[in-house]
Nanobody, 121 residues
């Protein structure tokens, strides 16, 4: 089993920044691809960004140029730096882990409980 705990969510004005962090434990962190998903009220959970074991990165088009995903295997953490935030970024953000990097939420093996990001206009 892998346990994931997100932190860093909060309330920010449009144009502002937040940095989310996900701390992993239970199994070797370096064995997993890591991803961030988000879910807004009334919408399905969507892929935001992912990073595989070799450092390969994937972003959904709507966040390219604004969000940056990174991992620190020594600290067992994966971060999501979010800049130029927009009201449409408002959602609960979830950290997820899998043996390979995919964009499909139902295929992820492990999930955190989420952290709320609210962007005001």
């Amino acid at each position: 089993q892998v346990q994931l705990v997100e932190s860093g969510g909060g309330l920010v004005q449009a144009g502002g920044s937040l940095r989310l962090s996900c701390a992993a434990s239970g199994r070797p962190f370096s064995s997993y691809a890591m991803a961030w998903f988000r879910q807004a009220p009334g919408k399905e959970r969507e892929f935001v960004a992912g990073i595989n074991r070799s450092g390969g990165i994937d972003y959904v088009d709507s966040v390219k140029g604004r969000f940056t995903i990174s991992r620190d295997n020594a600290k067992n953490t994966v971060d999501l730096q979010m800049n130029s935030l927009k009201p449409e970024d408002t959602a609960v953000y979830y950290c997820a882990a899998n043996t390979v990097l995919v964009r499909t939420a139902r295929l992820m093996d492990y999930w955190g409980k989420g952290t709320l990001v609210t962007v005001s206009s």
